[in-house]
Nanobody
Framework: QVQLVESGGGSVQAGGSLRLSCAASSKHFTMLDMRWYRQTPGNERELVASITSSGVTSYADSVKGRFTISRDDAKLTMYLQMDGLKSDDTAVYYC?????????????????WGQGTQVTVSS
């Protein structure tokens, strides 16, 4: 029942900054573990950063010290502040979520995905 919508992507020069936002449609957002992924053409999605419902964060080694994930439960929104952008950061960035409740058929945790937002970094 949760819809996720990303925004904030665009084109920047290397060394620049962008802030991505992921807005959720439901108050269930507060119970979700949130993640940012990215994907380049022909490749699998890569986990970039995560933040649990309690605010515990984790980052891929490639972005540590440059990216900051955060959430504002009152606004039902997750953010990814990206500083010191590199050409290797160019990708479609996706907002994802994992719920603490299970799918009734698969018994796997329910997941939600946004449509993605393009980030292009020029060297």
């Amino acid at each position: 029942q949760v819809q996720l919508v990303e925004s904030g992507g665009g084109s920047v020069q290397a060394g620049g900054s962008l802030r991505l936002s992921c807005a959720a449609s439901s108050k269930h957002f507060t119970m979700l573990d949130m993640r940012w992924y990215r994907q380049t053409p022909g490749n699998e999605r890569e986990l970039v950063a995560s933040i649990t419902s309690s605010g515990v964060t984790s980052y891929a080694d490639s972005v540590k010290g440059r990216f900051t994930i955060s959430r504002d439960d009152a606004k039902l929104t997750m953010y990814l502040q990206m500083d010191g952008l590199k050409s290797d950061d160019t990708a479609v960035y996706y907002c994802g979520a994992e719920a603490p409740w299970l799918d009734r058929d698969s018994l796997d945790p329910v997941t939600y995905w946004g449509q993605g937002t393009q980030v292009t970094v020029s060297s």
